[in-house]
């Protein structure tokens, strides 16, 4: 039992002992995919929770060149003012018109602010600018 086979032998000299530098390379790597994961995480958890954002919540046509759009602005210091754009896009998706518009400061986190669009051709769709809002001063 206590001898070693010529397949033992043969496995020892293929896969040999680790050596100190193994150990070292081995935690290094898993300190950098721990400051990886770390990093990911921060940085999605200050994505999730903008200073500021908006949604088109709905928009009706008034006309082939006119539309109101209602769009909802979430901030999470009311008493800044944002300021946010949008576009209308036709059927064929080309832009047939922008608008930028600024919400002054108030009380509430939620804003609803309806805006009105002049457009150059009939508009299907109003969608938010990326980035939809800015802080402003």
Do not use: H, W
């Amino acid at each position: 039992m206590g001898s070693v086979t010529e397949a033992e032998a043969r496995i020892a000299a293929r896969y040999p002992k680790r050596s100190p530098l193994d150990y070292v390379l081995g935690i290094g790597a898993t300190l950098a995919l721990v400051g990886a994961i770390a990093l990911v995480l921060i940085n999605g958890l200050e994505r999730a929770n903008p200073p500021v954002a908006a949604m088109v919540r709905g928009f009706q046509v008034i006309s082939p060149t006119e539309m109101i759009a209602e769009v909802v602005v979430q901030r999470s210091d009311p008493s800044v003012t944002v300021e946010c754009g949008l576009y209308a896009q036709a059927e064929s998706y080309e832009k047939v018109a922008e608008r930028s518009f600024t919400v002054g400061p108030g009380t509430e986190k939620l804003t609803t602010v309806k805006v009105e669009v002049r457009t150059v051709k009939e508009a299907t769709t109003v969608v938010m600018e990326e980035p939809a809002c800015v802080l402003k001063g």
